[in-house]
């Protein structure tokens, strides 16, 4: 079945008089309700930034020598704790980037979708949009947002492995600071 066939049920003379403004109001519907997808991408964006970066943050306070003016070692966690925080972290960051490919995948669809029904109205102006943006494939015109936000859990996973590799070669924990 291909998108036009799951799209419309009937055609406009089957349907009656009121096709036109049905087929208005629905579009106006579906492109709020994109519009909501996309809210809900960056409060879920915005959750796991905060997340990751105050659980980087923590890690680095906590979690690291004093290699400074010879102040000795800043009291730290035992090890298996950073490893379990780290790899706790990791899995946040994975779960991060399975949601950004979702919210790609479920925009992409949306957007096919709204392409469709603009081709049954008198303007198209998010296809116009796109084609003006060269649909994407010029990051000169436009980079898509995706291809930057894919790479953010990355580099917090690298930050994690990189935290917890430091601390594997750390002298043991030292319960009080040295002058």
């Known amino acids: 079945m291909d998108l ?4 419309y049920n009937s055609s406009p003379t089957e349907y009656g008089e009121q096709y036109q403004n ?5 579009y106006k519907l579906y492109v709020q309700m994109a519009d909501k997808i996309s809210e ?3 409060s879920a964006n915005n959750f796991f930034l905060t997340v990751n970066t105050a659980l980087i943050a923590f890690l680095g306070l906590v979690a690291s020598p004093d290699v400074g003016g010879g102040n000795g070692f800043i009291a730290s966690p035992p090890l298996p704790w950073v490893l379990v925080v780290s790899t706790a972290g990791v899995v946040l960051c994975y779960t991060w980037y399975c949601l950004v490919r979702s919210y790609k995948d479920l925009n992409s669809g ?3 979708v709204v392409h469709a029904i603009e081709s049954r109205l008198p303007s198209a102006p998010y296809d116009a949009e796109w084609e003006a943006l060269g649909r994407g494939e010029d990051p000169k015109l436009y980079l898509p947002f995706t291809h930057v936000e894919i790479w953010i859990p990355w580099v917090f996973a690298a930050l994690y492995i990189l935290l917890a590799i430091c601390n594997v070669g750390a002298p043991p924990p030292n319960l009080a600071l040295i002058k």
């Open 22 to 26: 049905h087929l208005l109001e629905q």
């Open 110 to 112: 949306k957007f096919k």
């Open 40 to 42: 809900r991408r960056q």
């Open 4 to 7: 036009d066939e799951a799209l």
